[in-house]
């Protein structure tokens, strides 16, 4: 099985930051895209950001400029630096990976995993 673990949230003053990690672990063979989505309450789920193993990155309009997406490839890792914070941040945050697993019969498959989420709260 493949865990994705996300750390990082809590609450911010407007304006403030907060660094969001993702960590994948278990029968890993490779990780192919992996990103950040958000939920803010009575919303629909919404990509923030997203990057390939190649290094391709991709982001919503309203946080270019403000979010940074990583990934470390040899820890198995994506993080999320968010700067100039806004209310309308609000959300629990989703870690997201697309990950080729070893299966017992030592195939190889494809399948999309999602984190348990991490709130993250912009509040004076």
């Known amino acids: 099985q493949v865990q994705l673990v996300e750390s990082g949230g809590g609450l911010v003053q407007p304006g403030g930051s907060l660094r969001l990690s993702c960590a994948a672990s278990?029968?890993?063979?490779?990780?192919?895209?992996m990103g950040w989505y958000r939920q803010a309450l009575g919303k629909e789920r919404e990509l923030v950001a997203g990057?390939?193993?190649?290094?391709?990155?991709n982001y919503a309009d309203s946080v270019k400029g403000r979010f940074t997406i990583s990934r470390d490839n040899a820890q198995n890792t994506v993080n999320l630096r968010m700067n100039s914070l806004k209310p309308e941040d609000t959300a629990v945050y989703y870690c997201?990976?697309?990950?080729?697993?070893?299966?017992?019969?030592?195939?190889?498959?494809?399948?999309?995993?999602w984190g348990q989420g991490t709130q993250v709260t912009v509040s004076s």
């Open positions: 278990g029968s890993i063979f490779k990780i192919r895209a």
């Open positions: 997201n990976a697309d990950i080729d697993i070893l299966l017992s019969d030592a195939t190889v498959t494809s399948r999309h995993y």
């Open positions: 990057i390939t193993s190649g290094g391709t990155i």
